[in-house]
């Protein structure tokens, strides 16, 4: 071996799950460094030198594999025809044109902006739900030391794209993402997928793309307890109406939940359904259906802010002593209004906080190569007062 090895490209194993073209090689890597190589790393080198090829990984060691642009002499090691069966003459050819071409690309993106970690792409942070989101995210990254960049949407899919658009740019090593809109998220996820980024989806999931992992409240079943709670409330008997959020698919899920329990309840019929995304939208669509249904007894909030809001319809109305409001989400001022406010008798109650905590240390198993669940549903709660 004459001159200098070059260093072009390092691939951190303990920060990034290897694409399926490399993953002969962290296994290797990972046997190198235990002592385990069996003269593994020069049966890998004398393949590569059989094809003729100058690129060949040079050191291995439980961080990174590390390659090297070197002339190799023609006398070195052992002969590959001794060893046919090492990944395989096609397959190491693909990996080898891959080095190549990827030794292009760390080239041009040593002089950037990259980034290692996590990045994360929240829908709000105007509901508190969100913040408990946001926290606990930080939270853990913090004590597990694992760097992770959030971003906003504000319930802007046009930012959100945008955003994901620069953690893949940045070369995030995975993305967490609250999807604005379950479809309209499809093409920046398919995006991150194909640059090697993998994707966890928390709170809402992502519709007709599969993720490495979904994790969020098991909303149908809490729909489901929603109506039980609806249907005991009302003795069985009356008129509800519905606000909901169509274009996330974790509401649809509520909604199809609670419509199917109500089934137990054949005297409760559903007499209106509006969409109230704000909690303004909200109040104009209780205020619509009360105005349109006024013997309606129950309201089902697909979430806190559309809950409340409802309550405020209905107290304007007068309708105090005839209407009960439900919500979905469970955070300090809806459950406060349970406390204190005979309108609200009740919310499921989700856990932001285990959603957050939960995404970030998926996100590093996911880096050290681990795997993990691909849906990882958190059971609700219900809460219907002190």
Do not use: W
Not at 266 to 281: D, F, K, S, Y
Not at 376 to 386: D, L, N, S
């Amino acid at each position: 071996m004459t001159g200098a090895p070059q260093i072009l490209l390092a691939h951190h194993l303990k920060t990034q799950k290897l694409p399926a073209f490399l993953r002969d090689h962290e296994k290797l890597a990972r046997q190198c460094a235990a002592g385990e190589d069996d003269g593994k790393t020069s049966m890998i080198e004398t393949h590569q030198r059989k094809l003729g090829q100058n690129f060949t990984p040079i050191v291995y060691t439980s961080k990174s594999i590390l390659y090297s642009s070197i002339s190799l002499e023609e006398d070195a090691g052992r002969s590959a025809e001794q060893h046919p069966d090492v990944l395989g003459g096609t397959l190491m050819k693909s990996i080898t044109r891959t080095l190549l071409a990827s030794t292009t690309l760390a080239l041009m993106t040593a002089t950037g902006a990259m980034a290692d970690g996590i990045g994360a792409s929240l829908l709000t942070q105007q509901h508190p739900f969100y913040i408990e989101i946001n926290n606990a995210m930080e939270a853990e990254a913090d004590a597990r030391g694992v760097p992770l960049e959030v971003s906003i949407a504000n319930q802007d899919l046009s930012k959100q794209l945008a955003d994901v658009e620069d953690f893949i740019v940045k070369g995030v090593d995975v993305l967490v993402i609250s999807p604005v809109d379950s479809q309209g998220a499809l093409p920046a996820i398919m995006k991150a997928k194909a640059a090697g980024i993998e994707v966890i989806t928390v709170d809402v999931p992502a519709e007709g793309v599969d993720v490495t992992s979904y994790i969020g409240t098991d909303n149908y079943a809490g729909g489901v307890r929603a109506a039980e709670l609806m249907g005991e409330r009302l003795g069985g008997e009356g008129k509800v109406a519905i606000i909901d959020y169509p274009t996330v698919q974790s509401v649809v899920a509520r909604i199809d939940g609670f419509k199917k329990g109500l089934e137990e309840f054949p005297g409760i019929e559903i007499v209106a359904q509006q969409t109230g995304i704000t909690r303004a939208e909200a109040l104009a669509a209780a205020q619509n259906m009360l105005q349109a249904n006024p013997d309606i007894s129950g309201i089902f909030g697909f979430g806190d802010d559309a809950a409340l809001a409802a309550a405020v319809a209905v107290k304007s109305a007068g309708l105090s002593e005839q209407v009960q409001v439900i919500g979905f989400d469970g955070m300090e001022e809806a459950r406060n209004a349970v406390d204190s406010d005979p309108v609200m008798v009740g919310v499921i109650q989700q856990f932001p906080d285990q959603m957050g905590k939960m995404a970030v240390d998926t996100a590093i198993a996911i880096m050290n190569g681990e795997e993990v669940p691909a849906e990882q549903p958190i059971v609700p709660g219900v809460y219907t007062g002190k």
